[in-house]
Each structure stands twice: as structure tokens, then as C-alpha cells.
């Protein structure tokens, strides 16, 4: 969310908290800032049923995914991200749960997954930690591994500068850069269908909006 990239071996990412030594410090800002509430409305748009396979593209330590275990059964459920430390804290809570939640080491726009094997992606919160030429690459993989009609489902924050002057938030220029008509061409150049605006809020750390796409039909 803020600070600098972290910096492994092959690739550098910004993680969840911007530094890597706030991660623990990530799931009680969540709780605080009542970020399971956005997520339960992005599982809401997202039309979820029984059966499904779904992904989430930058699951950190994988609040959504154990929501979205808990609301429907029986769903195969996946979820990558390039921070080794977030899907160890997402691991041990899935076992803790009991919820057969598969987590994987990689970056959205290298996913080691097969085309066409997911009805649904989710997003929540990860598209401004990519660097903007990453973004189109990263959506394109989504096209790529949902079937034909699969949906993508996204929230993220709305860098849209407010009339009250910038928040902390708002000064980082990731943050900054978020803005809704930028992630709906960068939904279109990547090839999806079916590109919207899916609604919006407002919580103590920002406003964030809602998107949704379509892979398309194939042939
Ligand atoms: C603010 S956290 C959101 C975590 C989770 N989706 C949630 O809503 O609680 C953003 C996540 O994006 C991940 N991220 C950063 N760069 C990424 C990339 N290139 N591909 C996939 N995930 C990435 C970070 O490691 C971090 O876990």
C-alpha cells in the first residue's frame, strides 16, 4: 500500500504494508480498517456458486479467499502472490480454518496455472501495487486462465485526488495512479470484454471502486 519495492533475487514487488517487516501488522489494519467488509462486496458481485474454480491474483495473507471458503462450499480455490512470508500467514490460517485453500508463489503476470481452468478471478487491493507496465501483461494472464465467459472481479483503492486535499495515502504515486478511467482502458487493452465499473465506497483509508470483466469466447 505504501512505501518502497521490495527487492528479492529475480523480481521486486511492493508488498502488502510496503515494507516487509509491517506485514504482521497487516491483518489488524484490515480488521480496523473494515476491510472484510469490501471484500464480502466483492464476493457479492462476483456470482459465486458451488463447484467453481476461482483465483485470487495477489491474495497477501488471504483474507478473501477464507471469506469466500466460508460463504460457498465446495469451491477449488487458489490463490498467488509473489510474497513468500503473506502466503505463509495465508497457509497457516486456510489449516487453521479447514479450508482446502491452494497457495501458490508467483507474480500476475507470470501465472503458473493452465489456460482456460478458472470461472472466476478476484482482485482486491493488488492492481495499484503493480508497476504500470506490468498491469496490461498481468490482466492479459487473466484473460488467459479463465474460461471463455469467466469473469474478473476487482476492487482497488480510487487515487482520484478528493477536494480535501491529499491524504497520506493519496501522496504515494501508486496510490496516485489508481484511477478508474486508467484500470478500464488497461481492463480493454488487456482483451477482456464486457469492461465496468461495478460500484463504489468509501471507508477511514480511502474510497475504492469496483470493476468486472469477461474473458472472452474463444474461436
Ligand atoms: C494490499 S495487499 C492485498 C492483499 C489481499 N488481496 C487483501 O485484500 O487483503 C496487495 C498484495 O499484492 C501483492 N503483489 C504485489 N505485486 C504483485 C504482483 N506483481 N503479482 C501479484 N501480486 C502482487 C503484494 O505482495 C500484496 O500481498
Known amino acids: 500500500m505504501m512505501g518502497h519495492s521490495h527487492t528479492d533475487h529475480e523480481r521486486s514487488y511492493l508488498p502488502a504494508m510496503g515494507k516487509d517487516w509491517l506485514l504482521p501488522l497487516y491483518d489488524p489494519f484490515i480488521r480496523l480498517a473494515g476491510v472484510g467488509r469490501v471484500h464480502g462486496q466483492l464476493l457479492d458481485r462476483a456470482d459465486l456458486r458451488p463447484g467453481q474454480r476461482i483465483l485470487e491474483i495477489g491474495c497477501g495473507t488471504g483474507n478473501l479467499l477464507r471469506a469466500l471458503g466460508r460463504r460457498v462450499p465446495d469451491v477449488e480455490a487458489v490463490g498467488i502472490d509473489p510474497d513468500p512470508a503473506a502466503l505463509r500467514r495465508a497457509r497457516r490460517k486456510a489449516t487453521r480454518s479447514r479450508l482446502p485453500i491452494r497457495y501458490e508463489r508467483a507474480f500476475a503476470d507470470?501465472?503458473?496455472?493452465p489456460d482456460g481452468g478458472f470461472d472466476r478471478v478476484l482482485s482486491a487491493f493488488m492492481?495499484?501495487?503493480?508497476?504500470?507496465?506490468d498491469r496490461i501483461p498481468a490482466l492479459r494472464e487473466v484473460g488467459r486462465v479463465l474460461r471463455p465467459g469467466g469473469e474478473l472481479h476487482v476492487v482497488d483503492i480510487d487515487g482520484t485526488p478528493s477536494g480535501h486535499g491529499p491524504g497520506r495515502l493519496h501522496r504515494n504515486p501508486r496510490v496516485m495512479g489508481s484511477l478508474p478511467e486508467r484500470v478500464l482502458a488497461a481492463l480493454a487493452d488487456a482483451g477482456l470484454t464486457g469492461v465496468a465499473e461495478n460500484g463504489r465506497g468509501r471507508a477511514w483509508f480511502g474510497r475504492y471502486v469496483f470493476y468486472r470483466a469477461e474473458a472472452r469466447q474463444r474461436g
Open 110 to 113: 507470470e501465472l503458473p496455472l
Open 127 to 133: 492492481l495499484h501495487h503493480l508497476a504500470e507496465e
